[in-house]
């Protein structure tokens, strides 16, 4: 396959604010992990959907603002203390630019190429390819 775009995923419970933070009208700078990513693969400009684990579907879409950095997440403080130690741990995390969109997870699932994305890629980062990301965009033109 080929890397055209990232499905970055977040956890609604490790990061409570998320419908805060994220506006419908506004681009917002997020830092997310990379996972098991290539750090040399992820540069600025690439294309990313934020979907929302615990079935919410896609929460954000935008692109990726930065390269890879080792270093903690900023917004640490915004996790519940249980998670707080995580977010403070240094790790691989690309900053991305993100506004806000709902896509519930039933429409997700009506998707050929995305239908099943929600369930079998389970890391926090997965590239998507160009059908993969066409669908999501598509979705995402329609709201």
Not at 98 to 120: A, T
Request: hydrophobic share 30%; net charge positive.
């Amino acid at each position: 396959m080929k890397k055209h775009a990232l499905l970055l995923r977040m956890n609604p419970h490790h990061w409570p604010n998320w419908e805060y933070r994220l506006q419908t009208e506004l681009m917002t700078d997020v830092w997310f992990t990379t996972g098991r990513r290539l750090p040399e693969d992820i540069h600025r400009g690439i294309s990313v959907v934020v979907l929302g684990t615990h079935g919410l579907g896609v929460v954000a879409f935008g692109e990726t603002s930065s390269c890879v950095e080792w270093r903690s997440d900023p917004d640490w403080k915004e996790s519940p203390p249980e998670y707080q130690d995580e977010g403070k741990k240094p790790k691989n995390r690309v900053c991305v630019k993100i506004r806000r969109v709902h896509i519930l997870l039933p429409e997700l699932k009506k998707q050929p190429r995305i239908s099943n994305l929600y369930r079998s890629a389970r890391e926090t980062t997965t590239w998507l390819s160009e059908e993969q990301y066409q669908e999501f965009a598509n979705l995402i033109n329609k709201t």
